[in-house]
């Protein structure tokens, strides 16, 4: 969004208006996926809270890094891959956007595999969201929401402020149900918090990573807010504060859930989990509450992150980074190739979910860790022109860190992603008659090459599993 064009006027935020967007926007499916997400990576109650310490510390970190960029550049108005194109050059911001592209599809691809799940309650044709009628119903679904905004169709203010309620009301019911009960076990929570030692606790912590960064994605996206603040003093209070009542709700739920069921039962529960364990609080009807709310709530997220998905290289197109192509618009003003490209991307992953019976963690994983490197790009961006800057020290460390311990086989797996881009990166220099790279730019894209060739193969072998 270009903060030059945006028109204050008597509805602009306040600051209620602005936390409450804030946490609308980036709590999504995760907080009611993530306690059993973490068990099934083999993450005990000990581990769970530093990753979520680590977690809250490092995104505030990366948050104020972005808010800084916004101060320092407002004239940067691309989003988070332009601080990557200004810093490191042309080829390095084109991957940043291309990783941010992916990691926002993907994040798609992972909602319609939890939409069918918690479905799947209610009409157990569904499954667990994974199986053939699950990805023939999520295409259809994927394909009608195309329809709709290639029609121009936004999300109206009205359905942000349902989907959020939606997504909530769920929540403070578990939150509330758990503590008034007495359903909350200290014996379980105290036996689940070393867990039996099989597992050393760095790499039980190193396992949270990609939950946490999926659960805080979008928390970046609260610095394109300050344009319609009411006061620009709210800007920082409201991001501080929606930032700190995310974090809080996270922890809470991750540690009710950890004394209601032990780590082993966590980890045997389907998508969405936090059904399951209200279910155990209050019986059956909090299993129908939190599915209803998911429901809603994906079904609602699908068309923002839709609409994301598509505006994310029509708008690098726009800037030169993408080839022309997506840049291409209907009568309507809606990206139509890009938003076509993307949701042809969007089946071809659907249709590995049926051929593999990949799960909703498997997606968000690779999602997650697509988004670290436009993360870790901003923050040394940040770095690099306010140096000495503890926010852009911190956020940069972090961004290492998560990248890091992600793992080998998850960043062998991002690179098979990323080569494709290659492709068209030369294709856009082409078409704009310049040469594809530059010396250094050329040795980057080798090793892409070199790594997604590695990757392939060892998975072609057996050695490494993406799904």
């Known amino acids: 969004m270009d903060n030059d064009n945006v028109t204050r006027t008597d509805g602009s935020l306040s600051f209620g208006g602005l936390t409450a967007m804030i946490i609308g926007s ?8 993530t306690a059993g997400d973490m068990a099934s990576n083999g993450a005990h109650t000990a581990s769970v809270l530093i990753g979520w310490g680590i977690a809250g510390i490092g995104m505030y970190m990366l948050m104020m890094c972005f808010f800084g960029l916004n101060k320092l550049r407002p004239d940067l108005t691309n989003g988070i891959y332009s601080y990557a194109k200004e810093g490191f050059g042309e080829f390095v911001g084109f991957n940043s956007a291309w ?7 993907i994040s798609n691809v992972s909602y319609i595999t939890l939409l069918f799940g918690a479905l799947g309650y209610f009409f157990p044709i569904f499954g667990s969201g994974n199986n053939g009628p699950s990805i023939i119903a ?6 009608l929401i195309v329809a709709l905004v290639l029609k121009g169709v936004q999300q109206a203010t009205i359905i942000n402020a349902v989907v959020t309620i939606c997504k909530l009301i769920p929540i403070f019911v578990f939150i509330v149900a758990v503590l008034l009960l007495g359903k909350f076990d200290f014996d379980i929570f105290m036996d689940n918090f070393w ?3 099989d597992v050393p606790l760095g790499l039980q912590i190193m396992s949270t990573t990609s939950s946490t960064v999926w659960a805080f994605i979008g928390v970046e996206g609260a610095v394109v807010l300050s344009a319609r603040a009411r006061r620009s003093s709210d800007v920082g209070r409201a991001s501080l504060t929606g930032f700190l009542g995310i974090l809080a709700l996270y922890v809470i739920v991750a540690v009710l859930s950890m004394g209601v069921m032990t780590t082993e039962e966590l980890a045997q529960l389907n998508n969405p989990q936090m059904a399951q364990i209200l279910e ?3 019986g059956p009807w909090g299993a129908t509450l939190v599915n209803i709310g998911v429901i809603i709530s994906i079904l609602g997220a699908l068309l923002g992150w839709t609409i994301i998905a598509a505006e994310c290289p029509y708008e690098a197109a726009r800037q030169g980074v993408f080839t022309k192509a997506f840049a291409r ?33 498997a997606f968000y994983t690779i999602g997650s860790s697509m988004i670290m490197l436009p993360y870790l790009l901003s923050a040394l961006y940040y770095l690099k022109i306010a140096k000495g800057n503890v926010f852009a020290i911190a956020g940069s460390i972090y961004g290492v860190w998560m990248i890091i311990s992600a793992g080998i086989v998850q960043f062998l797996i991002t ?14 220099r082409k078409e704009k008659g310049l040469e594809p790279f530059k010396p250094f730019e050329r ?5 892409l090459v070199v790594m997604a060739i590695v990757s392939i193969v060892l998975m072609f072998i057996g050695v490494i599993d993406p799904f």
Request: no cysteine; aromatic share 12%; hydrophobic share 55%.
């Open 415 to 428: 690179s098979i992603l990323y080569a494709p881009g290659i492709w068209v990166y030369m294709k856009g």
């Open 26 to 33: 980036t709590i999504g499916a995760g907080i009611f996926t």
């Open 329 to 361: 618009s209907n009568e309507n003003g809606s990206p139509a190739t890009a938003l076509i490209i993307t949701n042809i991307i969007i089946q071809a992953f659907l249709l590995i979910i049926l051929f593999s019976e990949s799960s909703y963690l």
């Open 138 to 143: 999520g295409s259809i679904a994927v394909w």
């Open 443 to 447: 040795r980057i894209a080798m090793i």
């Open 280 to 282: 155990a609080v209050v």
């Open 195 to 197: 867990g039996a030692g």
């Open 99 to 105: 990783g941010y592209w992916m990691s926002a599809l």
